[in-house]
Nanobody, 128 residues
Framework: QVQLVESGGGLVQAGGSLKLSCTAS????????MGWFRQAPGKEREFVAA????????????SVKGRFTVSRDDAPSRDKNIVYLQMNTLKPEDTAVYYC?????????????????WGQGTQVTVSS
């Protein structure tokens, strides 16, 4: 079992930055790929960024390439790690609830259905 808890959301003006964190805990959590997804009101959940085992691979949605960076820190312990989403040059269209997810595959996946565990989400609001 893996538990995921997101934090770091909030209200920011367009052009600003936020850094989201996802604390993942559970047995062998380091052997999970980690992804970020988001869901805006009235829209389907969409892929944002993902990171494979031990940072072996990365993937980004075209809409965030060059602005967002995903990283992970597996150092805290074998059964706990932290995944970050650094978001720069934020736009109003980035407003959404952001979710962290964990996938048993080695390579980062862009497909929500591949992820086995999900966090509760954190709200990001970008004002114009």
């Amino acid at each position: 079992q893996v538990q995921l808890v997101e934090s770091g959301g909030g209200l920011v003006q367009a052009g600003g930055s936020l850094k989201l964190s996802c604390t993942a805990s559970g047995r062998t959590v380091g052997r999970f790929s980690m992804g970020w997804f988001r869901q805006a009101p009235g829209k389907e959940r969409e892929f944002v960024a993902a990171l494979g085992w031990f940072g072996s691979s990365t993937a980004y949605a075209d809409s965030v390439k060059g602005r967002f960076t995903v990283s992970r820190d597996d150092a805290p312990s074998r059964d706990k790690n932290i995944v970050y989403l650094q978001m720069n040059t934020l736009k109003p269209e980035d407003t959404a609830v952001y979710y962290c997810a964990a996938d048993r595959r080695v390579t980062a996946s862009t497909t929500a259905a591949n992820y086995d565990y999900w966090g509760q989400g954190t709200q990001v609001t970008v004002s114009s």
